[in-house]
């Protein structure tokens, strides 16, 4: 540059210009560096795209802890209704045998129903035998009093 142009942009015209130009340089590199609104939105889009991806890894992780825990209660409840079904297996075998120890019993109480009225009926016969035996011996102590009294009489009678 010559110092006539030199001299051209001190002027206040040449300021004005020079100035004019540096602001509308300013505007235009500002527009050209603005990110545009596609931009804007998508790296907004990106964001919350990435926000609800960490949701969606937090709430997996999460439903994975569940899911785990609830598989383990599965578990756990399994073996306690096997543990229940072997307890209600061992109840009925053991209601079971209750009842022909019962049914033993009954057959037991039956028999021994029967023998004790036979032996109550024997009691009785024994008791009438007995007494008939008591009232024969009685009676034969009678005769055989009379039959001594008899040989006593002719003994005497014959002495």
Do not use: C, Y
């Amino acid at each position: 540059m010559s110092a006539g142009e030199l001299s051209n942009f001190m002027s206040w015209e040449g300021l004005i210009t020079l100035a004019g130009a540096l602001g509308l340089g300013g505007v235009l590199t500002a527009i050209i560096q603005r990110p545009s609104r596609k931009a804007i939105n998508a790296s907004a889009a990106k964001d919350e795209a990435t926000g609800e991806a960490a949701v969606i890894a937090s709430i997996a992780t999460a439903f994975t802890g569940t899911t785990g825990a609830l598989r383990e209660e599965i578990e756990r409840m399994q073996l306690m209704l096997n543990e229940l079904r072997t307890r209600v297996v061992e109840a009925e075998a053991e209601l079971r045998a209750a009842a022909v120890r019962e049914s033993n019993l009954e057959r037991e109480n039956t028999s021994l129903s029967v023998q004790l009225e036979t032996a109550q009926g024997d009691v009785l016969r024994l008791r009438a035998e007995r007494d008939t035996a008591q009232e024969l011996a009685i009676q034969r102590e009678g005769e055989i009093r009379q039959l001594k009294s008899v040989i006593e009489a002719q003994a005497r009678v014959t002495s």
